[in-house]
Each structure stands twice: as C-alpha cells, then as structure tokens.
C-alpha cells in the first residue's frame, strides 16, 4: 500500500484546452498490454482527481492468430471534472497499436475525434491480417478525425538505444510505456504513479526496469518537443469529491472485499466454493491468495459440487459463499432448493453474462434476473439483490452475507460483466460503521427443536455438528412446522409452503426506502437494476441539457422490493425500465403493481450509451413507441462480418 | 499438539441405544440395510467418539434414509451430491467424524463424477455403498452395477449396459482405503467400520446389500451359508490366498491374471498362492483381485496412507498466517494505490 501524492506536471509553452471529461479508448492486439496501459492510466487518472469508470473489452479467445480482427482488445475510461457515471458512450481519443484495432474501433471514433496511430505494424502483411485492401493511412479514409501517426515503436528503440544491457526485443517491448507517455502527456498526467508501478513490477530485473521507465519519460518528452501534440494538449481540472480516503476498485475486486469484511465482523469462517467461469473466476483468484484471513476456498469438480460444498460448510457453521455467472446457476439450481429447504446461510453470487447457452462469455447482460427468483423448482423463495456501481459489490457482497445469516436464508447476489470488470473511485469505508452481523449458533438442548423459529426473522436455529445435545437431522424433503422431522401432511406442506415465502416476504424492511432520484415532479420515472445505473444518471444529465425533467429510482432489492416500491413507480404517469434482457424486471413490476412499465431493451452484450437512454426518454415523453432489440446496428459487428 | 502430561479426557461410553434414534424405521421387512444399521450403531458405540461429532451425510435412495435412524447430526441431501455436500461439511470442522451413506445409483450414476473426486481428493470422509444393483427407491430400475440383460421395469428387453466394477473404479480414483463386505456379515462390517473410522483419508466401502423386493438373491451365490465358503475369498494382509469349505483352493499369479487352484494337485502348495498385501503403494495388486469375481474377495483391498485434503487445506492457511499475519481487514481495504481528498 503506498499513498502517492503527485501533482498535475508542468508543460511550460504548451497552452492546454481545458474541458471538462474526456473518453479515451487504448486498442490493440490482445498480447500487446492494452489492459495493462488502460489500467495503468486509469491509477494515474484516479490519483490526479478526477471522476472516473472504465470498462476493458476482452477478446473471446485466449489467444487468437496474432494481428486479427477477433485478437483486439480494447479499454476505455471516461474521467472528468464532475462526476462519471459511465466509460462513455463514445471516444473522443482513440489509441490503437495496429491495423486490426484501427478497423475494429474507428467507427465508433465521433467526427473530428483524435486517433493516435501507432505505425509500425502498417505494413502489408498486418493491414491484409486485418482485412484492409489500401492502407487507411494514404487513401484518405481518415480525413474526418484528427490523426496523430507516429511509429512508437520505433521512437522508443531510438529512446532506448544507448542501453547496451537489454535486448532489441526487450526494448521493442517498452513501446508501451511510450505510448503511456504520450497519452500521459496529453492530458497532462503525472508519471509518478506509473515509474513507481516499473520500478517494484521489475524490481528483479533493474536493466528491463530503467528502459521502461525511460521508455516512459522518452514518450512524453517527445511530445513536449513535437509540434503535432501541442493543437491536442488537454487539461481536465480534478472533480470535487466527498473527503476521505479512495483507491480504485474493480467490481469483483470489491465483492471479493465484501466477503471478506463479512466473515470478520461475523467471526465466521468464509467457505468459497466456486468453478472457474468467465467472469467470476477471479473473485476465486482473489480470495485464494487471502488464506492468511482464514479463508477456504475450494475449487470444486463442477458448479453442483461447488454449491453442494458451500451448504455442507454452511451446515457445519461456515459463511457459505459460491460465485459463478448464468451457466453455473442454471446448474445449481437443485442444490439451491436444499439450501432454501434446510434453510442454511448461503450466498450465491451470479456475476452474468450474455446467454443463453455459453452465450457471450466476455460481454455483459443482465438477463439472470427471472432465473435467480425461479430456477428452483417447486414454490422455492430465495432473497435477490444486485448492486448498481462497482463500488457497490462491496456493500451487497457484505449484505448478502449479513442476510443470509440473519434470516437462515440462501441469497442471490447479482452483478454483471461490466461491473465486475469496470473500475472507478472508492470511498474506502471505516471498518467500524459497518453493520454488525451477530452470530448466535444454537447450544441450549432443553426445548431445542430444528425449526423452532425467531418470532421476528422466522429464521430456525443455527444448530451445527459438534455441538452435544442438539443431534438431529435435516433434509430435502418436506419438514413439520417447528420440529423439522419429514411430513407429507397436507397441511403442513402448505403452511411450509407459506411461512418459506413469508420468511422471505419480511426481508423487505431490511430494504431501503426506494429512493426518487432526480426530478420528483418529472411526468417520467426510469426505473432500472445493476449496472444500467450509470448509464441511466448519465442519459438524465443528457436530458437536463435539453431541458428535459426525469426521475429515477434504481432497485437494487429485487426480491423481496422495498416495501414503498409501489407507490414510487405509481406516482408517475409514465414509467420507463431499460434493461440489458428482454424486459424482465419490466414483466416483474407489471405484474405485480399493475403499472403499464415502458420496457427500453438491449442485448448487443454491451452497456447502454447515455444517448439511448435519452432516446428513450424523447420517445416515451412524446408517447412514440421505443427503439426495440433489433432494430439498430451497433459499429464493431459490421466489421467483424467484412462490411 | 501438546507434549505435557494432559488430563485424559474420559472416552464417553455409549451402548448401540445410544445411536438410535426415535425414527420408526420404515425400510421394507427383509431389507438388507436393517443389518447395516445395526451393525453401524453397534460400531459407532464402541468408537468411544463423542456422539455430536458424528455426522451422517447421505444421496437420495433407499441407503440414504439411514441418517435419519441414527441419533447422530445427519444430512439428508440431494441425489448424487452427497461427496460434495460431506467434503464442505468437513472442510468446516475437521473435527467432525462424517460418514457417507451411499448407493450403487446414487453414487455411480448421478454421483460418479463427485465420487471420483472426493476419493483422488482424499477428503476424511468414510463412504459406505450400498450395493443391490438395482434402484430401489424408485421401484426397479436397472443400475450402474446391474449385470448385462437384467429385466427390470425399464429395460423389459434387457440391460444394454456392461456394469462398473465399484472396487476397481473406487481403485482407479486413488481411493487410499477400499474394502467390500456384505450386509449378513455383520461382525466384519463391525471390524471394518473400526478401521474405517480409525482411517486418515477417504475410505471406501462396498456393502453388498440385498434388496429383497426388487432384487432379492443377488449376492445368494456369495452370501449363502452353504455355498459361500466356496464362493468368496477372505483378504487378510499378509495372508495367502486360500478359500473352499476345505481351506484346499487358493489364487495364484499367472502372468498378469490371478487363477484358482486346488492345493495338493499338481504339487501345488500354500508356498505357491500370492499373498496379500494391503498396503502395497502401487494399485496393481489390488486392481488385480479387484477382477476377480469368482471368487469373490471380500476385505480390506487396500490400506495406505496419503496426506489427507483437509489437513493440507488448513496447513496452507496457517503457513499464510505465519508468512504476512492474521488478516487485517482495515489493511487490505486501504490495500492498493489511495489517495486521500481533503
């Protein structure tokens, strides 16, 4: 842990633009540390002050043929003077190592974007690679951006090369910490950050050391004497924030911290069973490395086994987790019917991703929702929340443990791809204003019965093996109220039926009021869950400038809702929910409050760009029909398919 | 572990009452699993391990309603799972004695890949299967362990399918303590049960069980007082492999087979029958009277030990502790490159 203070560099002679958010997008070949250079600015841009989100674009394929269209990867933030709700719909600055990435990404570039070009690999062979007839630099293809084209590579060999120590290679290698220069220099970034980053990541090898960091330097000094920079230097100003100390977080980042923050203010063990699935695997990474908080983490043979394991260790007096994406919970949903029978803390994390079947692996859907609250057969009620930032992984991975042990209840935690990779700013919490979770196992045997329950919680007994006096036996099958021995009565089936659902039902007051943001005496609600957050804050702002009113109240308890959630979405005349699915919380609060909801969908395994939000909101304010799945073409795939 | 002279704490003594619990029980009059039971709760009485440390964890079947006559903490899960559900339990509580109560459905169809996995793993679960080669539960349906052409309620033509051989798989998934009994022979499931509990590491039992509704007689050829002498074969370590009401037949090697011979013929002597060993590192031994099926090894087939799953688990996690300190919450939350506004 370091805290690093730096400041904004000084660039005597050079006049900045200042503005106040820019989006800048790194793109290349995926062996080419594009994730490695987006993250490393995107720390840097953090510790300058700005607001910012980001998200990285991964290739499907862990390796494809180098140069090719499918192995871009990409990375974007967005980072202002006030506040950034999302990576931005668009960038204004984009940087691409190769032709691939130049293809795959230019159009999304606005006109009279910036694109920085690195020239080396434009050269016959890469630009057939990538599916080019005529180089894009000669045949006028670009004349609507501003283009910045320099060989990088090139330029840091020259940098580099009175280093004797290290190899051509190796030097052609620190081309992108030259690149980190440039674009360091041209939002004027200090570089403090990253030559701290060089110096402990090859603190083994000092000579590979000293040629990235000159390599670093060397990039944003040739800007500083290039002509061609000065007509694109930009200032953004740092964004007031609350006081406190922050660092920036990724979602599973954050979740794998919740769980941990859970299992110390409850003294329980955390028990992680998990498969790898993209994109939870690394809340399992994460958590593996933390042994030393008395974590076990099992990676188990397959997603039953990973469940399975979590409920005999919840069983047995551990906090259960499990975290995998929709496959898996398609697979667990058997054993979360046990969980929901026998009524043990569990917490199932479903970090989603495009479906059905493997789906989109690497791209972001949230289209779990209506398979968390029914893919358990039979009446099977478990509690659903979903937080709607990165940052917010935090807090509901911490309430889901707090509820699941609370109320002797399985929980489905839901994030998406975009939040478990996306990254911004976070208030880092004081240990001590967290809510306590109490724990009181069962010990008593005099009046001690299985299903005796809280009268407040109707939670049953947290009665674990090791404990004499209290032998007894659960299971799957049905239960007498109170003594939890097997009935097939009829009766008792039912109230069982009933007090399950009622458990669950009560779960609403730990809820939140549901809070209207913005205009509350807009004609319009949106209303949304997870990560349309974002995007939805920013396509108000959008409407703000247009001098649109609108209101907005974002879920983040989807089962059982806040106890006010009716009367909110009741108070509007017209009520729109954009979703990354075909309308499922649409269909959820029809349903169940009788409102005409205005469904706004998407399923491109993209975020929602602040600008179809505001779509939205101009047709549903001018009562035209919305944009439905299908009807619009998005960049990136008219590429791919050789158009 | 302490060196000093500790108090002993008194081993508690429990009589087969003990571990019965108020459950009527409701298997079929007959059934195999009602000797089992007794000779499982006469076992865990003699353990001298406190009762609240038992825990029961059984599939889905006729075997896996046993939990719930045992007075012990016991988990009736889903079909097949059960290895998993019992690897969690003891991850949590090393402590804990689990058993693993278990059919040829439960744990070979549904629950082979689990089974695999739990025993390769060498988790400390004490796994007992059931074996009656049929589904019972379900009312006749043919199982993994069902011989080729068995007429059952869904195979009215025939099985199609050739058996797995439960030693031999339990062998193959480096299962460090594999032994097969059948459920009239109660003293030496008592003797087996012993040595089970008293096993570091996965054990591996097959309990030939006759279902007497579905599948009655199908172990008559080994388990019947008349022919069984002759029939089966007793593994005892260190032992030859001598059987027949006589004590005149034996097993020995040809090549890479085991073949019966009768003791006096052919100059054959006792000197000549491969003896065996329990505790051979490699499998080969026991793989090979795995095959055998006539006749039929009853024992302990193998016996050795492996650093258990959970014992290395936890060793990592105090090598951890050791290594960077007792997790700091407030550390790890401020952990990463912060910057402080004012």
Redesign the interface.
């Known amino acids: 842990m370091s805290t690093v203070e730096t400041q904004a560099p000084k660039t005597p002679g050079v006049s900045r633009k200042v503005v106040d958010r820019v989006t800048v997008r790194f793109a290349g070949d995926s062996g080419d540390g594009v994730q490695l250079t987006g993250s490393q600015f995107t720390t840097t841009t953090a510790i300058a002050g700005n607001d910012l989100a980001t998200v990285p674009d991964y290739p499907a394929e862990i390796r494809a043929p180098a140069g090719t269209l499918p192995g871009v990867s990409a990375y974007q933030i967005q980072f202002s003077s006030s506040e950034v709700h999302t990576a931005g719909d668009q960038p204004d600055v984009l940087v691409v190592f190769n032709p691939a990435a130049l293809r795959v990404h230019i159009n999304d570039l606005g006109p009279n974007g910036i694109v920085v070009i690195d020239t080396n690999q434009f050269d016959a062979g890469h630009l057939a690679k990538a599916g080019y007839e005529k180089n894009p630099l000669e045949d006028g293809s670009l004349n609507k951006y501003r283009v910045i084209k320099e060989n990088l590579t090139e330029k840091t060999l020259l940098a580099l090369k009175d280093l004797k120590d290290v190899s051509a290679k190796e030097k052609a290698r620190c081309k992108n910490f030259f690149a980190l220069g440039v674009a360091y220099w041209l939002f004027n970034r200090p570089l403090e950050t990253t030559l701290k980053y060089i110096s402990d990541k090859f603190k083994k090898d000092p000579d590979v050391c000293e040629a990235n960091r000159m390599a670093l330097k060397a990039g944003f000094s040739y800007c500083e004497m290039t002509d061609m920079f000065q007509a694109v230097a930009y200032e953004i100003p740092p964004a007031p924030t609350q006081p406190g100390l922050y660092r920036n977080i990724s979602g599973n980042q954050a979740l794998a911290m919740g769980l941990i923050a859970a299992s110390v203010k409850s003294g329980r063990t955390l028990f992680y069973g998990a498969y790898p699935i993209t994109p939870a695997s690394d809340i399992l990474h994460e958590l593996s490395k933390l042994k030393n908080f008395g974590v076990v983490t099992f990676q188990a043979e397959d997603e039953i086994a990973a469940l399975a394991a979590t409920i005999g260790a919840a069983y047995a007096g551990s906090l259960g987790v499990t975290g995998t994406s929709g496959p898996g919970i398609a697979l667990k949903a058997e054993a979360a019917g046990l969980a929901v029978m026998t009524e043990l803390p569990v917490v199932i994390i479903d970090v989603q991703r495009g479906g059905p079947s493997t789906g989109l692996p690497t791209k972001t859907e949230q289209a779990d929702l209506m398979q968390a609250l029914y893919s358990r057969h039979g009446e099977s009620p478990a509690v659903i929340i979903a937080p709607a930032t990165p940052g917010e992984n935090f807090d509901f991975a911490y309430e889901a443990c707090r509820l699941a042990i609370k109320y002797m209840v399985p929980v489905y935690m839901l994030s998406d791809g975009y939040l478990a990779n996306g990254a911004e700013p976070w208030k880092v919490p004081a240990t001590a204003d967290l809510k306590p979770i109490p724990v009181e196992f069962a010990s008593n045997p005099e009046n001690f019965l299985p299903y005796r329950r809280n009268p407040e919680t109707l939670a049953r007994p947290w009665a674990i093996p090791g404990t004499p006096g209290l032998e007894h036996r659960i299971g799957g099958i049905e239960k007498r109220e109170t003594v939890g021995t097997v009935s097939y009565e009829p009766d008792n089936h039912e109230r069982m039926v009933v007090i399950r659902a009622e458990k669950v039902a009560r779960i609403a007051k730990e809820a939140p009021p549901l809070k209207i943001e913005g205009d509350q005496d807009a004609e319009l609600l949106i209303v949304g869950w997870g990560s349309t957050y974002g995007a939805i804050r920013a396509g108000i702002e959008l409407a703000h400038q247009k001098g649109l009113k609108v209101a907005h109240a974002h879920i983040r308890y989807l089962n059982p809702f806040p106890a006010n959630t009716g009367e909110v979405i009741k108070k509007f005349k017209k009520v729109m929910c954009p979703e990354m699915n075909m309308g499922q919380l649409s269909l959820l609060l029809r349903g169940r409050f009788l409102v005409d909801i205005v469904p706004l969908n998407q399923v491109k395994g993209q975020p929602f760009k602040a600008r179809e939000i505001l779509a939205g909101i101009e047709a549903v304010l001018a009562g035209k029909p919305v944009v439905k799945p299908g009807q619009t073409k998005q960049g990136a795939e008219d590429v791919l398919e050789g158009g | 572990m302490t060196t000093a002279i500790a108090q002993e704490v008194p081993k508690p003594k429990y009589t087969k009452a003990d571990f019965q619990?108020d459950?009527e029980v409701r298997w079929c009059p007959g059934c195999g699993d009602y000797a089992i039971l007794s000779a499982a709760q006469q076992a865990f009485a003699r353990l001298g391990v406190?009762?609240?440390?038992?825990?029961?964890?059984s599939g889905i079947g006729c075997s896996s309603r046993f939990?719930?006559y045992v007075?012990?903490?016991?988990?009736?899960?889903?079909h097949g799972?059960a290895?998993?559900?019992?690897?969690?339990?003891?991850?949590?509580?090393p402590?804990?004695q689990v058993w693993l109560i278990t059919g040829d459905g439960d744990a070979l169809s549904i629950g082979g890949?689990?089974l695999?996995?739990a025993l390769r793993r060498n988790v400390g679960l004490k796994i007992l299967l059931f074996n009656n080669r049929i589904y019972g539960l379900t009312k006749g349906q043919y199982s993994p362990t069902s011989e080729v052409g068995k007429v059952t309620k869904s195979t009215p033509y025939g099985s199609l399918d050739h058996p797995v051989n439960p030693i031999s798989l339990a062998l193959a998934a480096e299962a460090t303590f594999v032994a097969r009994t059948a459920d009239i022979y109660i003293k030496h499931l008592e003797d087996l049960l012993a040595r089970a509990a008293a096993h570091e590491g996965s054990v591996f039992i097959e309990i030939l069980q006759n279902c007497v509704i579905f599948n009655d007689g199908a172990f008559k050829d080994v388990t019947d007082r008349v022919m069984r002498d002759d029939r089966q074969v007793q593994l005892e370590h260190g032992k030859p492999l001598i059987f027949g009401k006589g004590r005149d037949k034996g097993l020995r090697l040809k090549g890479l087979d085991l073949e019966v011979v009768e003791m006096g013929k052919d100059g054959v002597t006792e000197k000549d029958l491969l003896v065996h060993d329990e505790h051979c590192e490699s499998q080969a031994l026991a793989y090979l009277l795995s095959r055998v099926e006539a006749p039929l090894p009853i024992g302990v087939f193998r016996d050795i030990n492996r650093p258990t799953f959970e014992r290395r688990?936890y060793h990592?996690?105090d090598?951890?502790?050791k290594?960077?300190?007792?997790?700091d919450?407030?550390?790890?939350?401020?952990?990463?490159?912060?910057?402080?506004?004012?």
């Open positions: 619990s459950q406190p009762r609240e440390k038992f825990v029961m964890v939990p719930y007075n012990t903490y016991g988990f009736h899960t889903i799972r290895p998993a559900v019992a690897t969690g339990v003891k991850m949590a509580n402590e804990l890949n689990h695999m996995h688990a990592q996690i090598d951890s502790k290594k960077y300190g007792n997790g919450l407030d550390r790890l939350l401020k952990g990463g490159e912060t910057w402080s506004v004012k």
